[in-house]
């Protein structure tokens, strides 16, 4: 039933490993968004794709790349884990691009770099 | 300076008060959303705003376009409302749907 689910919850590593997260929304949506909420809570986009074409790329170091199987999955890979990665993750989607209603979000994946 | 301000950051309020969240902006929008975050970390959406007014309950939600300004208000507020309040705001135009996060008002609720 979870509308935006994410995998693992919680990613416990060592600095210098590779780590993915996985997201899947069943929600039907066009669009998907990674954030990064650092210590102070603070919530910033990373990416976003519609229909698994990119559309949104902040400046995010290249250790992070993005990947959309499908529409309704949107995976982020992170190469060289740093100290400084250690974050709560937040995937999320909306009807599309430009639209105006809401975006939905997963449950957040905690990394923590070691 | 942030392109979203929150204030204020802490709110420690007793259980029946009223509380206001209050959010200003420096870019133009076209939509403004109000998250809440319980300490669990789940991050849900409470209201997207373009413009007056939403109730939902007992919360209210107020955006004023020409001060880029707007408000969260909860009545009869309950400790299960202890949570982080964020204000997010989409730019006015912007070919996607890019969001801009305020730092957060954390709300405690006492018994």
Known sequence: ????????????????????????QNLGHDTMYWYKQDSKKFLKIMFSYNNKELIINETVPNRFSPKSPDKAHLNLH???LELGDSAVYFCASSQDPRSTETQYFGPGTRLLVL | KNEVEQSPQNLTAQE???????CS???????????????????????????????????IATINIQEKH?????????PRDSAVYICAVRYYGGATNKLIFGTGTLLAVQP
């Open chain 1, 1 to 24: 039933d979870t509308a935006v689910s994410q995998t693992p919850k919680y990613l416990v590593t060592q600095m210098g490993n590779d780590k993915s997260i996985k997201c899947e």
């Open chain 1, 78 to 80: 992170i190469n060289s």
């Open chain 2, 16 to 22: 029946g008060e009223f509380i206001t969240i209050n």
């Open chain 2, 25 to 59: 902006y420096s870019v133009g929008i076209s939509a403004l959303h109000w998250l809440q975050q319980h300490p669990g970390g789940g991050i849900v959406s409470l209201f997207m705003l373009s413009s007056g007014k939403k109730k939902h309950g007992r919360l």
């Open chain 2, 70 to 78: 707007s408000s969260l208000h909860i009545t009869a507020s309950h």
